[in-house]
């Protein structure tokens, strides 16, 4: 017997050796969940819970995903069921917009609005809401933007600029995802009514403390300049 075969042999018994208790212990891995305690048929009477049922109510107010509670104007920027309304593609029921805020829109939530808007919707709508971002400049050349300051869209209610925020519109998508919280949607539709406002304000709605600032800043002054931050003159945008 050479070397190489004693090697062999050693191994050959060290592997048996060592895979015994192997064996042994993933025999013990065999837990029978066909025998363990549990509920045998769909709302079948269980002792474990203190009310007997096996089935489990939601935890209060979860809601499932993808499923908004489609009764308030807050989530949905309609009246629910209301009559004019369309069936919406997912089979809701839709109700006329809501041409109010269903809260008092502050100087905050414009400023929020502003931020978000300048975020989300500049790209295509450009920072004044008439449809001329960058995006719209480089591309879009079949369906550009659209642009806020026309007959249309000023008098469209709140509640339209929410919805399109909420399930998009036409070619644009949905912002839901980018946007989830509904306050936000409200504020950048608050904006877009101070963009509205600003664009087709008469002089005389500008403060006498910044007509200076307005007159001196050398563009056209048949209309108000927007300038970076909402002013005070848009604050009676509401
Ligand atoms: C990627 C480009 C893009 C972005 C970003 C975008 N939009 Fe649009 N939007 C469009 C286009 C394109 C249309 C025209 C869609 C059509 O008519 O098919 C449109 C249309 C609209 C309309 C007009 C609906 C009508 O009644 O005609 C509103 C209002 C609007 N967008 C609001 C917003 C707001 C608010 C945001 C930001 C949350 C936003 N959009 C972000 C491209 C964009």
Redesign the pocket.
């Known amino acids: 017997m050479n070397i190489d075969n004693i090697r062999i042999t050693f191994s050959k018994s060290l592997a048996g050796l060592l895979s015994l208790p192997l064996l042994v212990m993933l025999a013990g891995c065999h837990t029978d969940m066909w025998v363990q305690k549990k509920v045998d048929h769909p709302f079948a009477r269980s002792t474990f819970f203190p009310d007997q049922s096996s089935a489990r109510m939601p935890v209060p107010h979860t809601v499932a995903m993808g499923q908004v509670p489609y009764n308030d104007p807050y989530d949905t920027g309609m009246i629910a069921n209301s009559p004019g309304g369309s069936i919406a593609e997912t089979g809701v029921s839709r109700g006329r917009f809501v041409n109010a805020f269903p809260f008092k829109v502050t100087k905050q939530d414009m400023l929020r609005g502003q931020s978000?808007?300048n975020i989300?919707?500049s790209?295509?709508?450009g920072v004044l809401g008439d449809g001329n971002?960058m995006?719209?400049i480089r591309g879009?050349v079949h369906?550009?933007?659209?642009n806020?300051h026309t007959e249309?869209?000023i008098n469209?209610p709140v509640g339209?600029?929410f919805d399109?925020?909420t399930n998009g519109?036409?070619?644009?998508?949905s912002?839901a995802s980018?946007?989830p919280n509904p306050r936000d949607?409200w504020d950048?539709?608050a904006y877009?009514r101070v963009l509205q406002f600003s664009q087709n304000a008469p002089l005389s709605v500008v403060p006498k403390s910044r007509m200076k600032e307005l007159m001196s800043s050398g563009s056209d002054t048949s209309k108000p300049v927007v300038s970076g931050e909402p002013s005070t003159a848009s604050e009676g945008a509401q």
């Open positions: 978000q808007f989300y919707c790209p295509c709508h971002g995006v719209a879009f369906q550009k933007p659209a806020f249309r869209l469209a339209h600029f399109v925020i519109y036409g070619i644009m998508y912002y980018s946007i949607r950048i539709a877009i």
